[in-house]
């Protein structure tokens, strides 16, 4: 699966969450050197919308769901963000507050593409693709990306931290099954792979470090305390 990103968007209706995005510019070489072609978009799919930057991928809940529209130009996604959960109302207000500033990429699989020349480069023409979630980015690598509209609430740290867990248990078993079927290969985790779970590994020990420091004072919020516990649970879970 691939990922592409633009950004422009605007905000139709602020009290129910729905937003239309730029998600794709045709017929322009974008920072993979690849050339999107009209058609390549299936018009009216509907396609979930990703928690922040493709994290859905690992483990966290979609904030969203839209369908695609496409024009002579680029491919727009009309969305509705589920407003009725915190991830949604947050994810919301991020994209809002940020407009312009904001971007959106899309996962994708290429179902029908070619190699040649466009504007003196050798690139790759995307001609038929099969979109899997479309998602709010700081970055994405599409030309001409961005919020066209939205019409509301920031995430908490408990939210956050919930998120944060849920990538987490999502790598543990995506880890966990890559490595069972490369050692039916005789074969271990590369050397990248197993050094990223090391920076893994030791942040979550810094995370346990602060369960041994004193009680938080009374200044500390009821979040803080909340997001302990449950690194703690966690914790247990892993040593079980």
Aim: with cysteine.
């Amino acid at each position: 699966m691939d990922t592409k990103g633009l950004c422009r968007v605007e905000i139709k209706d602020a009290d129910k969450g729905e937003v239309s995005a730029i998600f794709s510019t045709f017929d322009v070489i974008d920072s993979d050197w690849d050339v999107t072609k009209s058609g390549a978009f299936e018009d009216g799919a509907t396609v979930p919308i990703s928690a922040y930057g493709h994290t859905s991928w690992m483990g966290a809940l979609p904030v969203g769901k839209g369908s695609i529209r496409t024009t002579a130009k680029e491919a727009i996604l009309d969305g509705q963000f589920f407003m009725d959960t915190q991830a949604g109302r947050d994810t919301f207000l991020v994209v809002k507050e940020l407009g312009e500033l904001g971007q959106w990429s899309y996962g994708y699989d290429p179902v029908k593409y070619s190699y040649g020349e466009h504007e003196g480069r050798q690139v790759r023409f995307l001609e038929q693709l099969k979109v899997h979630e479309v998602a709010p980015v700081l970055l994405g690598a599409g030309v001409g990306t961005r919020t066209l509209g939205a019409k509301s609430a920031p995430m908490s740290f408990a939210d956050e931290a919930r998120a944060v867990l849920a990538a987490v248990t999502g790598l543990g078993d995506r880890a966990a099954d890559v490595l069972a079927k490369r050692l039916e290969k005789g074969k271990g985790l590369g050397a990248e792979s197993a050094g990223l779970l090391e920076q893994v590994q030791a942040e979550m020990k810094r995370l346990g470090d602060l369960l041994v420091a004193p009680e938080p004072d009374d200044d500390a919020t009821e979040l803080e305390r909340e997001f302990l516990r449950m690194v703690a649970r966690n914790l247990a879970k892993e040593k079980a």
